[in-house]
């Protein structure tokens, strides 16, 4: 089945605890993207990345790492998570943007 | 940058009438248009997307939606709801890269009998 897979799908951790969310994707897309989701903020793009080793920032990359070191995986890295990166994450890949987006199913990270 | 602005964030309707989610959007050069639909607690499903052609776009579910250019507008419709199309709804926006994918903030749709 194609799918974008994100581990884990809930997270609780404490502030400057470093953490990384996986997503993988088995469908050969070159095109991968994060975004977190805030109640009356809708979706907001942290980072995308075109294709291996190609990586750009989004709307709000402050306190976010990504790395594309292969085709598949494009992880989130939180290297001193603060309370303000408690949100609602989703990772989105596409074989060729703008023409279709598949979503994962998100990953909920509370920073206490 | 291309921006979306979701003009109401919250639309009650009774089950059966018709609904419009609206949606305005800020661009300089051509857009590609989106709506997602996201059900409690699951990810995001595409119901429909304006890249080029006909303005007017047919999505799953009985979702309808028309691309207004002078307008800067692309509103949801559909003639006839249902409880199960309680959802958020996002109108989203890309440049013709669609590399960069603007959501806006979500319209709470919610069906009652």
């Known amino acids: 089945e194609a799918q974008v897979t994100q581990n884990p799908r809930y997270l609780i951790t404490v502030t400057g605890k470093k953490l990384t969310v996986t997503c993988s994707q088995n469908?050969?897309?070159?095109?991968m993207s994060w975004y977190r989701q805030d109640p009356g903020l809708g979706l907001r793009q942290i980072y995308y990345?075109?294709?291996?080793?190609?990586?750009d920032k989004g709307d709000v990359p402050e306190g976010y790492k990504v790395s594309r070191k292969e085709k598949r995986n494009f992880p989130l890295i939180l290297e001193s998570p603060s309370p303000n990166q408690t949100s609602l994450y989703f990772c989105a890949s596409s074989f060729r943007p703008p023409y279709g987006y598949t979503f994962g199913s998100g990953t909920r990270l509370t920073v206490v | 940058a291309q921006s979306v602005t979701q003009l109401d964030s919250q639309v009650p309707v009774f089950e059966e009438a018709p609904v419009e989610l609206r949606c305005n959007y800020s661009?300089?050069?051509?857009?590609?248009l989106f709506w997602y639909v996201q059900y409690p607690n699951q990810g995001l499903q595409l119901l429909l997307k304006y890249l080029s052609g006909s303005t007017l776009v047919k999505g799953i579910n009985g979702f309808e939606a028309e691309f207004n250019k002078s307008q800067t507008s692309f509103h949801l419709r559909k003639p006839s709801v249902h409880i199960s199309d309680t959802a958020e709804y996002f109108c989203a926006v890309s440049d013709p890269s669609g590399y960069a994918l603007n959501f806006g903030k979500g319209t709470s749709l919610l069906v009652t009998p």
């Open positions: 661009s300089s050069v051509s857009v590609y």
């Open positions: 469908m050969n897309h070159e095109y």
């Open positions: 990345s075109m294709n291996v080793e190609v990586t």
